[in-house]
């Protein structure tokens, strides 16, 4: 079964500074890997998501994440955290076979504040 | 496109009420999800459908929910009798289904309250 565990529910960082965002999945298949972002009283968005290829991918609004298989993490990243990007951020893993195909697995969120 | 709509945006009721959230997805999307967001439990997903027809319905909380998808535009879920534990926000969310790389369009959200 697949499953996503994201370290920290809160995130804080200066203007400027790095955002680190921590997410561990688990999946007894290849998996495919989605970063979503909500800002306030909105619904998800997808920032990036990682299928194949390449295991660095790059999002919208300067995030990154890169797949790393043998550490079984999917970490997304910004070099200059702006004030915009303070909202909540959900890892993701999509469900293989079955009744869980196309079905996405989710973390319980890590709130990013960016602190001026 | 306009996006999946959901209707109604806000939702303030009583205990005992019954509550119908509406969903119109993307067109063209043959799939559709219904999650319910809470601080306690985060984002759950209560049941989904492949070309109209439910998929997993093992997250629906108890036979208070229900959800239909008549046609391939518009999806309800209704919980009836309500109850204040029920308040949450609820997501619908559409994609065109077939692998698991599809991303998932989400709507705007429902925003119930039960007193």
């Given at each position: 079964a697949?499953?996503?565990?994201q370290l920290g529910s809160h995130v804080s960082?200066?203007?400027?500074?790095?955002?680190?965002?921590?997410?561990?999945?688990?999946?007894?298949?290849?998996?495919?890997l989605f970063w979503y972002v909500q800002y306030p009283n909105q619904g998800l968005q997808l920032l990036l998501k990682y299928t194949t290829g390449a295991t660095l991918v790059k999002g919208i609004n300067g995030f990154e994440a890169e797949f790393k298989k043998s550490e079984t993490s999917f970490h997304l990243t910004k070099p200059s955290a702006h004030m915009s990007d303070?909202?909540?951020?959900?890892?993701?893993?999509?469900?293989?076979?079955?009744?869980?195909?196309?079905?996405?697995?989710?973390?319980?969120?890590t709130q990013l504040t960016v602190w001026p | 496109d306009a996006g999946v709509i959901q209707s109604p945006r806000h939702e303030v009721t009583e205990m005992g009420q019954e509550?119908?959230?509406?969903?119109?997805p993307i067109s063209g999307h043959n799939s559709l999800f219904w999650y319910r967001q809470t601080m306690m439990r985060g984002l759950e997903l209560l049941i989904y459908f492949n070309n109209n027809v439910p998929i997993d319905d093992s997250g629906m909380p108890e036979d208070r929910f229900s959800a239909k998808m008549p046609n391939a535009s518009f999806s309800t879920l209704k919980i009836q009798p309500s109850e204040p534990r029920d308040s949450a926000v609820y997501f619908c969310a559409s994609t065109?289904?077939?692998?698991?790389?599809?991303?998932?369009?989400?709507?705007?959200?429902?925003?119930?309250?039960?007193?």
């Amino acid at each position: 079964a697949q499953s996503v565990t994201q370290l920290g529910s809160h995130v804080s960082v200066s203007e400027g500074a790095l955002v680190l965002l921590r997410c561990n999945y688990s999946s007894s298949v290849p998996p495919y890997l989605f970063w979503y972002v909500q800002y306030p009283n909105q619904g998800l968005q997808l920032l990036l998501k990682y299928t194949t290829g390449a295991t660095l991918v790059k999002g919208i609004n300067g995030f990154e994440a890169e797949f790393k298989k043998s550490e079984t993490s999917f970490h997304l990243t910004k070099p200059s955290a702006h004030m915009s990007d303070a909202a909540e951020y959900f890892c993701a893993v999509s469900g293989f076979r079955g009744s869980t195909l196309g079905r996405l697995y989710f973390g319980r969120g890590t709130q990013l504040t960016v602190w001026p | 496109d306009a996006g999946v709509i959901q209707s109604p945006r806000h939702e303030v009721t009583e205990m005992g009420q019954e509550v119908t959230l509406r969903c119109k997805p993307i067109s063209g999307h043959n799939s559709l999800f219904w999650y319910r967001q809470t601080m306690m439990r985060g984002l759950e997903l209560l049941i989904y459908f492949n070309n109209n027809v439910p998929i997993d319905d093992s997250g629906m909380p108890e036979d208070r929910f229900s959800a239909k998808m008549p046609n391939a535009s518009f999806s309800t879920l209704k919980i009836q009798p309500s109850e204040p534990r029920d308040s949450a926000v609820y997501f619908c969310a559409s994609t065109k289904g077939g692998t698991g790389a599809n991303v998932l369009t989400f709507g705007a959200g429902s925003r119930l309250t039960v007193l």
